[in-house]
Nanobody, 120 residues
Framework: QVQLVESGGGLVQPGGSLRLSCAAS????????MAWYRQAPGKEREMVAR???????YYAASVKGRFTISRDNAKNTVYLQMNSLKPEDTAVYYC??????????????WGKGTLVTVSS
């Protein structure tokens, strides 16, 4: 069994910064893609950033230049550093991980979500 634990959400003023973390634990053989998604009130869930095992990254146009995704493979953890936050970044942020378990099963896991509110 594999679990994801997210942390780091909260209330921040416009222009501020937050760092989200998501740690995977359990019966893990390897992790390929790690990503962050978000869902704002009344909107569909959208991908924010994605990082592959080798370190290559992808960002949504709305966050490029402001957000940075990174990972610590030894800790099975993915981070999202969010700078220059805007009110439109307000959303529930979800961690998404593609895992190969120790029994060589492929699994896609979602975290429970962490709320980020950008407001003065």
């Amino acid at each position: 069994q594999v679990q994801l634990v997210e942390s780091g959400g909260g209330l921040v003023q416009p222009g501020g910064s937050l760092r989200l973390s998501c740690a995977a634990s359990g019966s893990i053989f390897s992790i390929n893609v790690m990503a962050w998604y978000r869902q704002a009130p009344g909107k569909e869930r959208e991908m924010v950033a994605r990082i592959f095992t080798g370190g290559s990254t992808y960002y949504a146009a709305s966050v490029k230049g402001r957000f940075t995704i990174s990972r610590d493979n030894a800790k099975n953890t993915v981070y999202l550093q969010m700078n220059s936050l805007k009110p439109e970044d307000t959303a529930v942020y979800y961690c998404n991980v593609h895992v190969i378990t120790q029994t060589f099963e492929g699994m896609e896991l979602w975290g429970k979500g962490t709320l980020v509110t950008v407001s003065s």
